[in-house]
């Protein structure tokens, strides 16, 4: 199998608190991890790549330094949403890739984490 | 904006019918990919379909691609209530990047 544990789950924090989220590959190892970004009822968005041993690519219109990720071995990538804002809450879901795959490997998915900040 | 469209945004169906979920997509493509989610879940890889194939099955899923008119297929047949779930294509790019389509909501009624 190939999991992908994500943590934690859900959050709930006042405005201005960092929060960070784990992404973890249980069984096997991931060069590169993903994490997005999805608001109710609609579909993900890709906000960042995270390649371990550098730093990670962000999309177009993503601020680097409000959202940082952190890929410091093959099994471990976090998200730190730094001095959150209401605006920042939404669903943040990371996957995996196994290895050096290319394209024509799906993406491993962790249960994704819901952030609330009031 | 997206790279695969779905269609419809939402379909309702009783159990033990098909349901039937397109995509297109705007560029050329390696392949496409359909994933599920569950509701406030992640996303479970569900099929990938290669761009010199033109149909592949999986139990009771069957995914065809027309990459002439860039667009694909999934059906599910005798559906059950466990199929209600959201359901996206995504297609690869550079960086071996996903981007998902708008989705289709499915609900199963028992």
Known sequence: ?118 | SQQGEEDPQALSIQEGENATMNCSYKTSINNLQWYRQNSGRGLVHLILIRSNEREKHSGRLRVTLDTSKKSSSLLITASRAADTASYFCATVLYGNKLVFGAGTILRVKS
């Open chain 1, 1 to 118: 199998g190939a999991v992908v544990s994500q943590h934690p789950s859900w959050v709930i924090c006042k405005s201005g608190t960092s929060v960070k989220i784990e992404c973890r590959s249980l069984d096997f190892q991931a060069t590169t991890m993903f994490w997005y970004r999805q608001f109710p009822k609609q579909s993900l968005m890709l906000m960042a790549t995270s390649n371990e041993g550098s730093k990670a690519t962000y999309e177009q219109g993503v601020e680097k330094d409000k959202f940082l990720i952190n890929h410091a071995s093959l099994t471990l990538s976090t998200l730190t949403v730094t001095s959150a804002h209401p605006e920042d809450s939404s669903f943040y879901i990371c996957s995996a890739k196994k290895g050096t795959g290319g394209g024509n490997q799906p993406q491993h998915f962790g249960d994704g984490t819901r952030l609330s900040i009031l």
